[in-house]
Structure formats: C-alpha cells, structure tokens
Nanobody, 124 residues
Framework: QVQLVESGGGLVQAGGSLRLSCAASGRTYSNYVMAWFRQAPGKERTFVAMIYWDDGRSTYADSVKGRFTISRDMIKNTVFLQMNSLKSEDTAVYYC?????????????????WGQGTQVTVSS
C-alpha cells in the first residue's frame, strides 16, 4: 500500500506560478513512476507530467511543455510540479499518481494509487 498526500494548490493570477508537492509513504518499491494528472470541471482526467523514479527521466503533455517541470526528492519520497506561466485553462484539480510495472496511460489507466487531489485555480 502506498499513500500519497498532495499540497500546494491555490488561487493564482494568469502568468503566475505555483508549486505542487506529493509525498509518498508506505511500502517501498523499485522501478515505478510518479505522475501528475488533472481534471477540469466537466472534463475527463488527463495526463500532465510523469517522472521515472529510478533515473529521473520525465515526460510532459504538449499543453504544459516549457511551462511545467516535474522533479523528485528521493530522500523525502516527494514529487513536485513547478507550474509557471499559468493560464486560465490550467484550472483543474491536480492529482498525484503512482504506478509500478506499467506506464500510466493518458487517461490514467494503470495507476495503482491516487492522491486526494488539490485545486488549482488560475484567474484571468
């Protein structure tokens, strides 16, 4: 069992920045990934960014490339999402995800554990 606790959401003006954190605890694993997804009102949950825990490789959705950065602190078992140049269309509930053995799909299949979600609201 893995527990994920997110923090860092809030209200920010367009063009501003926020940093999300997700602390993982519980059973230890190797060869897993952590990711961020988001779900806007009335829309399906979609992939934002992912990091391979062992080597730090990362991938991003096209919509956030160049603006968001995913990183990890291996000692604290925490993943971060630095969000810069925020736009109103980034408004959503952001979910931390953990998956072992299989890469999460764009829609969130193959995710083993989810965080509770944190609201990000970008005002224009």
């Amino acid at each position: 069992q893995v527990q994920l606790v997110e923090s860092g959401g809030g209200l920010v003006q367009a063009g501003g920045s926020l940093r999300l954190s997700c602390a993982a605890s519980g059973r230890t694993y190797s060869n897993y990934v952590m990711a961020w997804f988001r779900q806007a009102p009335g829309k399906e949950r979609t992939f934002v960014a992912m990091i391979y825990w062992d080597d730090g490789r990362s991938t991003y959705a096209d919509s956030v490339k160049g603006r968001f950065t995913i990183s990890r602190d291996m000692i604290k078992n925490t993943v971060f999402l630095q969000m810069n140049s925020l736009k109103s269309e980034d408004t959503a509930v952001y979910y931390c995800a953990w998956a072992a053995g299989r890469i999460p799909t764009m829609g969130g299949d193959n995710v083993d554990y989810w965080g509770q979600g944190t609201q990000v609201t970008v005002s224009s």
